[in-house]
Nanobody
Framework: QVQLVESGGGLVQTGGSLRLSCAAS????????MGWFRQAPGKEREFVAA????????NYADSVKGRFTISRDNAKSTVYLQMNSLKREDTAVYYC????????????????WGQGTQVTVLS
């Protein structure tokens, strides 16, 4: 069973930066596509970014393109989300997820999920 643990969330001012980390254990991390999703209060969980198993291919939601960067370190079984130029609308619980077969933007394709980390952007 794969376990995913997110960290790095917190409070940040508008325009600031945060880096989220997601550490994986219990599986073959280097073979998984990884994604980040987020859920704001009263809203559906939405796609943020994804990366394929080698790290060579990435995909981003339009709302974060140019501001967020997803990366991974297979030696450390960790995926990262660097978030720059943060906006109030980025406030949400951020979840990482692992996909055994791909790295898409559809949450139903992901097999494993972390518990989430809260990101709050203050104006």
């Amino acid at each position: 069973q794969v376990q995913l643990v997110e960290s790095g969330g917190g409070l940040v001012q508008t325009g600031g930066s945060l880096r989220l980390s997601c550490a994986a254990s219990g599986g073959t991390f280097r073979t998984y596509g990884m994604g980040w999703f987020r859920q704001a209060p009263g809203k559906e969980r939405e796609f943020v970014a994804a990366i394929n198993w080698t790290g060579a291919r990435t995909n981003y939601a339009d709302s974060v393109k140019g501001r967020f960067t997803i990366s991974r370190d297979n030696a450390k079984s960790t995926v990262y989300l660097q978030m720059n130029s943060l906006k109030r609308e980025d406030t949400a619980v951020y979840y990482c997820a692992a996909d055994e077969s791909s790295y898409g933007d559809r949450r139903e394709l992901y097999d494993y999920w972390g518990q989430g980390t809260q990101v709050t952007v203050l104006s």
